[in-house]
């Protein structure tokens, strides 16, 4: 990456269309991940007695509760966590950008991507943990309801009640530092792996815009650096926000019953689910962000 490279997804866009334009491409690209997503909380919450491989948890999952109500359990509040937390992750990243940009002399467009993607990662984090704590007890309910276990609502409002009433307002933070570091960490592979990818199939053919399928590909690994990169501790995160305990005690828990390979379980069906999802984040943010 040279020093005339922009080190930001977008420049141009205002603070606001930001908001807008990553708040679209984090429904669409939630809608598209969501089932995925609930397989994936189920192995990493549930022992492999219950479910021995990824294959048997989609099968149990569609013969016992059915598509909408199994595998799309809960999507209302990841749909508005999602819309949230890429506002957030975008305007946050182009605004560090242009301020270090402006503000460090002589900082390197490639120092500008990984300290924004953290910074990014860091504020998404805040946004993200009370939804992914309500939508990771929604998409484990359904478990222990049926192995009549800690009998749980499957309505959104009354799981949110239901936590105020346990832990007040910051309980709803319950897993935050888990998430913090899943996000700050994360947030510079996301977008790191995105700008480079990016600049480097621009460059093959020297032209100012990338095509198509290039921002699809671009997208498409960064999902992939993403969440190959933090999945352990996402893991560790799913398992505080479903069995209302610390990050120690999660990291204990995991290790405990399938050893290093515990923070691993899941992270097929991830990788998957990354591919579509974040090109059509990415090419959604890019796509509006030129029509403005």
């Not at 949110?160 to 933070?173: A, H, P, V």
């Amino acid at each position: 990456m040279t020093e005339e490279t922009t080190s930001t997804i977008n420049s141009e866009t205002s603070p606001l269309t930001d908001i807008m334009n990553g708040s679209i491409a984090g429904a669409l690209g939630k809608i598209i991940e969501y089932p995925f997503d609930t397989v994936k909380v189920r192995l990493q919450t549930q022992g492999s007695a219950i479910f021995p491989t990824t294959w048997s948890c989609i099968k149990y999952t569609y013969h016992n509760e059915g598509i909408l109500k199994g595998f799309f359990q809960g999507i209302s509040s990841p749909i508005f966590g999602a819309a949230l937390e890429n506002a957030t992750l975008f305007v946050s990243y182009n605004q560090t950008s242009k301020f270090l940009d402006k503000n460090i002399v002589g900082i390197s467009p490639l120092n500008n991507i990984l300290i924004s993607g953290a910074v990014a990662g860091s504020c998404a984090s805040f946004v993200l943990t009370p939804v992914e704590l309500v939508k990771c007890r929604l998409q484990v309910a359904n478990l222990n309801n049926a192995a009549g276990l800690n009998v749980q609502s499957t309505k959104i409002s009354y799981t949110i009640m239901s936590i105020l009433k346990e832990k007040g307002i910051l309980g709803m933070w319950q897993g935050q530092s888990g998430t913090f570091i899943r996000e700050s960490f994360g947030g510079v592979a996301w977008f790191a792996t995105y700008e480079l990818m990016k600049e480097g199939l621009r460059k093959r053919h020297g032209e100012k815009e990338n095509k198509t399928w290039e921002l699809l590909f671009s997208g498409a690994s960064a999902g992939v650096a993403f969440n190959g990169s933090i999945f352990p501790a996402d893991t560790v995160k799913s398992v505080m926000q479903t069995e209302h305990i610390s990050l120690g005690n999660a990291v204990m828990k995991v290790f405990r019953a399938n050893g290093i390979a515990g923070f691993y379980r899941g992270l097929g069906i991830t990788l998957i689910r990354a591919i579509p999802a974040n090109a059509t984040v990415f090419y959604t943010y890019e796509t509006l962000s030129k029509m403005a």
